[in-house]
């Protein structure tokens, strides 16, 4: 049986009220918080809570284990109703290190007020969770060591985000992509930019 099956029915009862209550008015922050984190706890309940403690205690030896709520930080893509999938992943041992950088880089981010960690929307993929959430042949997710965020709604947040990332970014390695101005990925793997083409010109950072 493929990783995730005996909860895929689960899933998708869960994605089917979810598009449906789309429909509707949206649920406040809050109310979708407590949803997450319903649906974590079952998810834990179906076999992972080992495998998520061991990778906390990890994180907690480099004093990172608090930097995005776990889960927050093992929600495996935006889609993953669509895709059929769980929504939360542990990634395997051999990449958990490879997390700790941004991390770190999210943690300042938070510290001066761009990002909020509880929003972390997508974190480690395997490959097929990868192809149907649309991503990139070499994202940075498959190696675990970035993270999809959505933006707290500040109207001058994309501008203040931008030049912390011109600031820091080059020492911190900061990849920073915009798939909408509220909608971002960070990751660790060389300071870049990028926007909805996947490609510099269309960055929030350098476009306009």
Known sequence: ?????????????????????????PAPPSSRRIEQHTRFEHWLDAGHRDAVAAYRIR????????????????????????????????PPPALQPNIE????????????????????RSGWRDARVNRCAGGATGSRHLHN?????DLPAQTDNVAALCAWWRTHGPKARMGLGFYTPTAI???????????????????????G
């Open 185 to 207: 990925h960070i990751d660790t793997a060389g300071f870049r930019t990028w926007g909805s083409d996947r490609t510099r010109r269309t960055s929030l950072c350098v476009a």
């Open 101 to 120: 950088a941004t991390l770190r880089v999210v943690a300042r981010l938070h510290d001066a007020g761009l990002v909020d960690p509880a929003l972390a």
């Open 145 to 149: 060591n970035a993270l999809d965020f």
């Open 1 to 25: 049986m493929a990783p995730g099956a005996s909860t895929a029915r689960f899933a998708i009862a869960l994605g089917l009220s979810a598009m449906l209550s789309a429909c509707g008015d």
């Open 59 to 90: 994180l907690e030896g480099q004093g990172l284990a608090d930097a995005v709520p776990m889960e927050a930080l093992l929600r495996s893509s935006r889609r993953w109703h669509l895709c059929l999938h769980d929504e939360f992943a542990t």
